[in-house]
């Protein structure tokens, strides 16, 4: 071979092996590539995951969120009812103390007034035989005979003073 041949064929061969170490860079960094790709493909999938958990749990508690407001709801109405029913309670209580009362001062009226016939010695309508008289003394009444039970034209207790019939309000 000639040197000229030779000079063609060492420049060829340097030519070639340039082009082999470019071509394997080249397939080195087409894999580097593929694998930082691969990397950021695995890096989006968990991050996609991830926002798909977030997602589902949002829901999950948007759901709960909303029980709970109705849960809450009707944890208000009963509250309403039951202060409702609280107030009538006390407003009843307060109804049957008043009447306690009422019947409390006309009982210790009633007492005073047995104790002063008592003390007068009067002995509840007895005729001079020790008899006791018929209710009203013989006229006819809706009753069935005589004045009416207590006395006069029933505008009087059993025991003296007013009749109060149906809880007249008397000194609380």
């Not at 989006?44 to 029980?67: D, F, K, N, P, Q």
């Not at 009447?99 to 008592?118: H, K, P, W, Y």
């Not at 007895?126 to 009753?143: I, V």
């Amino acid at each position: 071979m000639t040197e000229s041949e030779q000079s063609v064929t060492v420049e060829l061969q340097s030519r070639l092996t340039e082009a082999l170490e470019l071509a394997e860079r080249a397939v080195r960094a087409r894999a580097a590539v593929a694998e930082r790709l691969s990397a950021a493909r695995a890096e989006l999938e968990a991050s996609r995951a991830e926002a798909e958990a977030s997602r589902v749990e949002a829901e999950r508690t948007r759901a709960e969120l909303a029980t709970t407001r109705a849960e809450l709801e009707g944890i208000r109405a009963e509250l309403d009812r039951a202060r409702g029913e609280l107030e009538a309670e006390r407003a009843a209580d307060a109804d049957l103390e008043a009447g306690a009362r009422q019947l409390l001062e006309r009982a210790r009226t009633v007492i005073a007034e047995l104790r002063a016939d008592l003390e007068r010695g009067d002995d509840g309508g007895a005729g001079e035989d020790g008899e006791q008289a018929p209710l009203g003394g013989g006229e006819q009444t809706p009753f069935g005979g005589g004045e009416a039970p207590y006395g006069g034209g029933g505008e009087q207790g059993p025991y003296g003073g007013e009749a109060t019939w149906g809880g007249g309000e008397q000194g609380l």
